[in-house]
C-alpha cells in the first residue's frame, strides 16, 4: 500500500515536472525574421533562400521560429539591409553588392569583375581570411554575415542588339547592379539598378536595353527568351555571386552558442547545396533555351573583353581608395585571386579546354 502512494505520488511529481518545463521550453523559443530580396518561390535563389529559412527551424528543433517574407512580401528587396540593421527583422537573405553605396567593399562579399569562380571565393571565405573580414566590415553596421549560397560564374547577359566592338555599349541602358554597374558606366553604358521583379517588364517595354541575372536556369523562369534576342557570354561581372545571411548583430549576440552553431551549420550546408544545384539546372536549361526557343548564344570578343578590363581596374581602384578598411578587403581578395587562381590556371581551367576540344562538348 506504502509502495502504491509512492509511485503515484512520484508519477504525479513527474507530471507536475513536466508542466512547471513546458512553459520554460515556451520561453526559450526565439523568433526569427528573414527576409529576402528574392521572389518567393523563384528557383534557384528563392526557393535556396526558403530552404535555409526551414533548414534553421528544424535543425534547431523549433528553438528558433522562422518566419520568412520573400521580396515584396515585408519590405521592398533593396531594403531588406535597413530592416535587419535597424533590428525590425533579424536576418536577411541577400548578395551583398546590393549594399555597396553603403560601403564599397560589401561587393566583395558577392563578387568582384575579373573576381575570382566560386571555388576560389569558397577558399578565401574559410582559410584566405575573408569571413573575418566580412565580419570587420560588418561590425560597422551592426550584421553578422555569413555565406550561404552561390550562383557560379554568370552569363554576360541579354541584348537586343549584337555587341561587336565597345562602341555597341555606349548609350545602352542596361540593368546591372554592383560594381559590374560601375564597370558599364565607364565603358559608356547607362547601368540601372532593378530587383529581378521587375527585370521582363522593363525590358519587354524598352526601358532597358539589356539585362544580366544569373544564368539558363533562373533567366529561364523570368522568361528572359521572350524579351531579347541575344545572348551573352562569359560574364565578367559575377565570376561567382555569393549569398550571404546576414545577421542583426545584437539579435545575435542573445542566440545560445549551440543554436549559434546550427545555424552557420545550415548557412556551409546551403552554401554547398545552391551552387551545385544551379549548375546542374543550367546545362539543362541552356540546352532548353537553344534548342526549344531559338535563343542566340554570342561570345563577347576579346576587344570588348579588354574594354570591360580597363574599365574594372578604375573601378576597384576608386573602391579601394573609400577607406582603409576598403582597401584592406580588396587587397586581401586579390591577394586571394591572384594565390588560388595561379592553381586555377594549371587545373580546373586547362584542363576543361582540353576535356571540351577533345570530347567536342
Known amino acids: 500500500m506504502e509502495r502504491r502512494k509512492f509511485l503515484k505520488a512520484a508519477a504525479g511529481g513527474t507530471v507536475g515536472a513536466a508542466a512547471l518545463a513546458a512553459p520554460a521550453m515556451a520561453q526559450s523559443r526565439m523568433d526569427m525574421v528573414i527576409v529576402s530580396t528574392w521572389g518567393r518561390d523563384f528557383p534557384g535563389l528563392g526557393t535556396s533562400a526558403q530552404r535555409l529559412a526551414a533548414r534553421i527551424e528544424e535543425m534547431t528543433e523549433g528553438r528558433i521560429a522562422v518566419r520568412y517574407f520573400a521580396a515584396g512580401e515585408r519590405v521592398g528587396a533593396f531594403d531588406s539591409f535597413d530592416e535587419v540593421a535597424s533590428g525590425n527583422a533579424q536576418a536577411y537573405i541577400a548578395t551583398d553588392y546590393y549594399w555597396k553605396g553603403k560601403h564599397p567593399a560589401w561587393a566583395a562579399f558577392t563578387a568582384l569583375p575579373f573576381g575570382m569562380i566560386y571555388t576560389e571565393m569558397d577558399a578565401w571565405m574559410k582559410f584566405g581570411g575573408g569571413q573575418e573580414l566580412l565580419h570587420k566590415l560588418g561590425d560597422e553596421f551592426g550584421i553578422v554575415g555569413f555565406p550561404c549560397g552561390n550562383t557560379g560564374l554568370q552569363m554576360g547577359g541579354w541584348f537586343n542588339k549584337e555587341i561587336n566592338s565597345p562602341e555597341d555599349l555606349r548609350g545602352l541602358k542596361m540593368r546591372i547592379p554592383g560594381v559590374g554597374g560601375d564597370v558599364m558606366a565607364k565603358v ?174
Request: charged share 20%.
Open 188 to 361: 559608356g553604358a547607362s547601368p540601372v539598378s532593378l530587383p529581378g521583379g521587375q527585370i521582363y517588364e522593363n525590358l519587354v517595354s524598352g526601358a532597358i536595353d539589356a539585362t544580366e541575372w544569373v544564368g539558363p536556369w533562373n533567366d529561364y523562369f523570368l522568361k528572359l527568351y521572350e524579351a531579347a534576342k541575344y545572348y551573352y557570354w562569359p560574364g565578367m561581372h559575377e565570376p561567382c555571386s555569393q549569398v550571404d545571411l546576414g545577421i542583426n548583430a545584437s539579435w545575435w549576440a542573445t542566440v545560445p552558442d549551440l543554436d549559434k552553431r546550427l545555424i552557420q551549420i545550415a548557412c556551409a550546408e546551403e552554401n554547398a547545396m545552391q551552387p551545385a544545384e544551379t549548375n546542374y539546372q543550367n546545362g539543362i536549361y541552356l540546352e532548353r533555351l537553344i534548342n526549344e526557343y531559338g535563343v542566340e548564344l554570342r561570345e563577347f570578343n576579346d576587344d570588348v573583353y579588354e574594354a570591360f578590363g580597363i574599365a574594372a581596374e578604375e573601378v576597384i581602384v576608386e573602391a579601394r581608395d573609400h577607406s582603409a578598411l576598403a582597401a584592406e578587403i580588396i587587397d586581401s581578395y586579390i591577394a586571394a585571386r591572384n594565390n588560388v587562381g595561379v592553381w586555377t590556371n594549371y587545373s580546373d581551367a586547362p584542363y576543361v579546354t582540353k576535356r571540351n576540344r577533345f570530347l567536342d562538348i
